[in-house]
């Protein structure tokens, strides 16, 4: 389905960020996943992804909060893979606490890489896009840039940011062919929810439970797919948001 095509995915060594990887190689796709803090992760989703499917997988370590930074492993990876075909804004850190006591420093570096991050990658893709006249990029945001969260002003901010810089991202390239849609999932279990594991939040999901990383997979490739869907929120949260 997807032979042929490469698909960049950040934050892409664990967690939701393995789960799209894996969906993309299953269908054919050719992988390039960023990373930043955990090497051993990142080769650990390579070899398992090359064991299981007959495709290309590179692991690139940068920083997407720096532009430069994000313009060389673009660029590198062009040279790796010649084109990039789908592109996955799914890194993100949190740095939660009351506003009262947060830091200006957990406010700036979650902006600058749940948001900025995005901005980046996009900026320095878009090149290769508009040279192939398609493109489809998908950015993870959260269901908490939708109704906000108590003690994560920052999360909540930069997510709710993806969202404008997704939609007016797809305004701008349309025209080109280029696509450019968000996912919003609710709680989703990865190792970045573990301290968050309460009872209580299954109460507020209509469906009862929660998410696992291969739905939200599954909604990215079908986003990364769908050729006359662009500019939307796609919410996969069990109801949470809704």
Not at 98 to 113: N, P, R
Not at 167 to 191: Q, V, W, Y
Not at 193 to 215: C, D, F, S, V, Y
């Amino acid at each position: 389905m997807l032979e042929g095509k490469v698909a960049v995915i950040t934050g892409g060594s664990r967690g939701i960020g393995r789960a799209i990887a894996t969906k993309f190689a299953s269908l054919g796709a050719d992988i390039a996943i960023l990373y930043l803090g955990n090497e051993a992760e990142a080769k650990l989703t390579k070899l398992n992804i090359e064991t299981s499917y007959k495709v290309k997988v590179t692991i690139y370590k940068a920083n997407i909060s720096s532009f430069e930074d994000t313009k060389k492993v673009v660029n590198q990876i062009k040279a790796d893979f010649t084109t990039i075909h789908f592109l996955v804004n799914n890194a993100g850190i949190t740095r939660d606490g009351l506003v009262l006591t947060m830091k200006e420093s957990d406010f700036d570096e979650v902006i600058a890489t749940n948001l900025k991050g995005a901005f980046n990658m996009i900026k320095h893709c878009s090149s290769l896009f508009l040279r192939n006249k398609e493109g489809s990029i998908i950015n993870i945001s959260s269901v908490v840039g939708l109704m906000g969260n108590v003690g994560q002003c920052n999360y909540a901010a930069s997510k709710a940011g993806l969202i404008g810089l997704t939609k007016t991202i797809a305004k701008e390239l349309a025209s080109r062919g280029i696509r450019c849609n968000a996912i919003a999932p609710g709680f989703i279990s990865t190792d970045m929810t573990k301290q968050l594991e309460n009872p209580e939040i299954l109460k507020n999901i209509p469906l009862g439970r929660k998410g696992n990383a291969t739905e939200i997979a599954e909604a990215t490739v079908f986003l990364a797919t769908a050729q006359y869907i662009t500019g939307v929120v796609l919410r996969v949260d069990g109801g949470l948001a809704m």
